[in-house]
């Protein structure tokens, strides 16, 4: 399967800081691209679609970068609540292949 | 009903036994994914549905798992003469169209092979 990478972290920042994360992943033909959030024991949820000119939900902006074939996610003033794993989703779309899911990066948000 | 439902939501089993997994994803949704996941652990790809077939098969662990899906609906994931190993939370996840739309997961199922 292609693969979805990312930093695991954690990521141990203070509330009200910004934090980035990056995600790459390597097949070209990828079509659509996602940002899920999984809280401790519990099922992944989206958080939000990254769309080729960048998008923006309250204090979360999404990018992409078809080039070099990165997504970022930017959270700014953070919030205890926002404690969870962050995981990348890309979806090729064409052929046999569904949704890649990266490993995840761990963000802990510090009171 | 609104979301993607798995049942049983927990299920202890002894080692040697086989288990059936139940995913009842969302009407109309045509793709349907199976992983798992293992304590603190990322999520490991199993296996993904088109409408009643499955055009990828390759993360499925061993010839002990499989699944199958009917009426482009209910998908059941079998483990036969399950090993401890096998413990983790399994997820079921569909999708409108494969290719544009976002997933969404149920609940999961956590096995325990004791």
């Known amino acids: 399967r292609k693969e979805v990478e990312q930093d695991p972290g954690p990521f141990n920042v203070p509330e009200g800081a910004t934090v980035a994360f990056n995600c790459t992943y390597s097949?070209?033909?990828?079509?659509?691209f996602f940002w899920y959030r999984q809280d401790c024991r519990k099922e992944p949820k989206l958080l939000m679609s990254?769309?080729?000119s960048g998008n923006e939900d309250g204090r979360f902006t999404a990018q992409l970068n078809r080039a070099s074939q990165y997504i970022s996610l930017l959270i700014r003033d953070s919030k205890l609540s926002d404690s969870a794993t962050y995981l990348c989703?890309?979806?090729?779309?064409?052929?046999?292949?569904?949704?890649?899911f990266g490993k995840g990066t761990h963000l802990i948000i510090q009171p | 009903g609104a979301g993607v439902s798995q049942s049983p939501s927990n299920k202890v089993t002894e080692k040697g036994k086989d288990v059936e997994l139940r995913c009842d994803p969302i009407s109309g949704h045509t793709a349907l994914y199976w992983y798992r996941q293992s304590l603190g652990q990322g999520l490991e790809f199993l296996i993904y549905?088109?409408?009643?077939?499955?055009?990828?098969k390759s993360g499925l662990p061993s010839d002990r798992f499989s699944a199958e899906r009917t009426g482009g609906s209910v998908s059941t994931l079998t483990i036969q003469r399950t090993q401890q190993e096998d413990s983790a939370v399994y997820l079921c996840?569909?999708?409108?169209?494969?290719?544009?739309?976002?997933?969404?997961f149920g609940q999961g199922t956590r096995l325990t092979v004791v």
């Open positions: 989703v890309v979806n090729s779309g064409g052929g046999a292949d569904g949704l890649t």
């Open positions: 996840a569909s999708s409108m169209e494969k290719g544009v739309t976002e997933a969404f």
């Open positions: 990254v769309y080729s």
């Open positions: 097949n070209s033909a990828s079509q659509s």
């Open positions: 549905f088109q409408g009643n077939s499955a055009p990828d």
